[in-house]
């Protein structure tokens, strides 16, 4: 069993920045790929931003150049800095982990607010 715990939430101003962090328990941390996703009130759940087991990343076109995602698989940790948030950022965050074999994992969420 996986448990993923995220951390870093909060609120910030438009412009500011926050760094959310994913640490995951287990072995599979290093096989997997983890992936950032957020839900707006009202809306869907949506990808973020992801990162493959080999590094390889991919992010929505709504946050290209302004959030990174990276990882340490030493720590089994994932994590998504994000700069220059806009209030349409404002969202409840949650990690996700797909490993190689079986269904997924996802955390319980953390708060991001942006506003002023």
């Known amino acids: 069993q996986v448990q993923l715990v995220e951390s870093g939430g909060g609120l910030v101003q438009p412009g500011g920045s926050l760094r959310l962090s994913c640490a995951a328990s287990?072995?599979?941390?290093?096989?997997?790929?983890m992936g950032w996703f957020r839900q707006a009130p009202g809306k869907q759940r949506e990808l973020v931003a992801s990162i493959a087991s080999g590094g390889r990343t991919n992010y929505a076109d709504s946050v290209k150049g302004r959030f990174t995602i990276s990882r340490d698989n030493a720590k089994n940790t994932v994590y998504l800095q994000m700069n220059s948030l806009k209030p349409e950022d404002t969202a409840v965050y949650y990690c996700?982990?797909?490993?190689?074999?079986?269904?997924?994992?996802w955390g319980q969420g953390t708060q991001v607010t942006v506003s002023s």
């Open positions: 287990g072995r599979i941390f290093s096989s997997s790929a």
């Open positions: 996700h982990l797909a490993p190689w074999s079986g269904p997924p994992f």
